[in-house]
């Protein structure tokens, strides 16, 4: 019987029940619909599609229009089930239980949204400081970099300074060794030249320049010569350890973060 009414305007029993009103659980149809809307107490009132909704709206089980809802089942039910099965449970209006679900589906919907919202703002405020965070960082270590490089560059010009001072000190060195054995050199040439010219010189006067250049030529006092200076530079190997130690610590620090949906949440999509 519900189902025939199901398909009948309720209030004037002639035209289809296309409209369902929650509030008056009711089927109307067009022309009792725009009456029914026109009426102060009725003009806030909820239509559903009627044929659309009918299997939702009725019962299966006893083809009565299900008028209130179950809270301890979360199922709609009609008279017979409200009077047999459901007698001692949470029971209320369908009309009101669909409004209350809606209502608070609503709030959870804004709720998320707000949420959400104020993660979308957090998350940008987050990157743009973390990447502040990081051209600081890069700032830091480049200056860092380029401090070890300007005492790296000190270092190898005081070390090639100091080579070439030890340079011009050997050299000079040398160069006064080399003066000294070439006038020694240039004596003995001379006393050799003197040497041959007393071949035709009487005996005696020969004896006594013989002796004298003698005498003069065990005067000069021949130093040996000194090694020759030598220089080497012997690299050191240095670890990544070592490297490292140069520098500061980098530290990230990891935040993850994890988006889970509950079962109904699943449902819904």
């Known amino acids: 019987m519900a ?15 296309e409209h369902y009103c929650l509030q008056c ?37 006893h083809e009565e229009r299900c008028l209130s809802y179950c809270h301890d089942c979360d199922t709609p039910v009609c008279i017979v089930c409200y009077n ?15 409004q209350e679900l809606k209502y608070k589906l609503f709030e959870k919907i804004e709720t998320k949204v707000a949420t959400a919202n104020f993660n979308l703002d957090k998350i940008a405020k987050d990157t743009k400081a973390y990447r502040e965070k990081v051209k600081a960082v890069i700032k830091t270590i480049t200056r860092e970099g380029k401090y070890w490089k300007q005492l790296i560059d000190k270092k190898v010009e005081a070390l090639i300074k100091l080579v070439q001072d030890k340079e011009q000190r050997e050299t000079q060195n040398m160069t006064a060794y080399s003066e000294v054995y070439k006038g020694v050199a240039e004596n003995c040439q001379t006393w050799q030249s003197n040497t041959k010219k007393m071949k035709t010189t009487a005996d005696i006067l020969l004896l006594n320049k ?18 020759a200076p030598d220089v080497s530079y012997r690299n050191k190997k240095t670890s990544d ?24 949440e699943k449902r819904a999509k």
Not at 3 to 17: D, F, L, N, R, V
Not at 246 to 256: D, P, S, V
Request: charge should be positive.
């Open 210 to 227: 013989l002796k004298q250049l003698k005498y003069d030529f065990d005067q000069i006092v021949v130093k040996q010569i000194p090694n």
């Open 241 to 264: 350890a070592e490297i490292d130690n140069l520098f500061g610590e980098l530290q990230f620090l990891n935040c993850k973060v994890v988006l889970r949906q509950t079962d109904k």
């Open 25 to 61: 659980n009711q089927l109307f149809c067009e022309s009792c619909k725009l009456s029914h809307s026109r009426a102060n107490i009725c003009k806030n009132h909820t239509f559903l599609s009627g044929p659309k909704k009918s299997d939702a709206l009725f019962c299966p089980e």
């Open 3 to 17: 189902q025939a009414a199901a398909s009948t305007c309720e209030i004037c029993i002639g035209g289809p029940g």
């Open 84 to 98: 047999w099965k459901h007698r001692h449970h949470l029971m209320k209006e369908l009309a009101e239980s669909i």
